[in-house]
């Protein structure tokens, strides 16, 4: 109810944003899913309309640093000991997927994340003998993405993989495996073309 009647009379989307600044409890849209048990959050936290946070069991809370931005649509999930967490002033556009089973997803601060990017700490196993449903998730580690990185639209990052500070991913990039602070890198897999 708080946040329709902060929203009442304001211009959608973006411009919304503004409401997190008024006060440190920030803005969450009425129709995010979402439940305070699963967040710690800094102040200023902005949270789309239809953003959902998700995690099982005792897995530790997904945490948002200050400013950050959710934006339309994001989806959270933390499961199986797999952790989220999101640095301050971190910005991320409409329709990003967050999936953080074994393994932890670490994202930094000032970080800029284009629409449609996915983030998957773990895959299915997938032995020959054995229907993929019943055998448990694998993971080659944490996915961690330092400080002032920008990812491009449709940028997708495997488990195992640190792109360090600075970065540049390209749009549609597909990122398995490292990527050194301060290259632009692109393709499926990402390359490094060069250096900022
Ligand atoms: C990665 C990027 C920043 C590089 O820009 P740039 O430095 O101007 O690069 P160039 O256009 O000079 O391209 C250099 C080479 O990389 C290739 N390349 C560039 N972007 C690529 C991409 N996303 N995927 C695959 N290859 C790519 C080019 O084809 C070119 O290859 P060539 O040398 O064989 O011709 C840009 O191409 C990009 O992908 N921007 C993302 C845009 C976006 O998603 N915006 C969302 C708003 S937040």
């Not at 009647?5 to 009425?30: D, E, F, Q, S, T």
């Not at 390209?170 to 990122?175: H, T």
Request: aromatic content about 8%; some cysteine; proline content about 5%.
């Amino acid at each position: 109810m708080a946040s329709r009647l902060a929203a009442l009379g304001m211009l959608p989307y973006k411009n919304r944003v503004a409401l997190a600044w008024l006060h440190p409890n920030g803005y969450i849209a009425a129709s995010a899913e979402l439940s305070r048990a699963d967040l710690r959050m800094g102040p200023h936290v902005f949270i789309g309309e239809r953003v959902v946070v998700y995690r099982q069991g005792n897995t530790a809370p997904v945490e948002l640093g200050e400013g950050v931005e959710l934006h339309h649509e994001c989806m959270i999930e933390a499961f199986e000991g797999g952790t989220v967490s999101i640095g301050s002033r971190t910005t991320i556009q409409a329709r990003c997927n967050f999936a953080a089973a074994g393994a932890s997803i670490s994202i930094g601060s000032g970080v800029q994340i284009a629409q449609l990017c996915g983030f998957y700490s773990f895959d299915h196993g997938f032995m020959p003998n054995q229907p993929i449903y019943q055998q448990p998730i694998t993971t080659k580690g944490p996915i961690t993405i330092e400080d002032d990185v920008w990812l491009g639209f449709n940028v997708i990052v495997l488990s195992g993989v640190r792109i360090g500070q600075g970065a540049v991913i390209g749009a549609g990039s597909v990122v398995t495996r490292d990527i050194p602070s301060k290259a632009i890198a692109a393709g499926v897999p990402a390359r490094v073309l060069r250096m900022r």
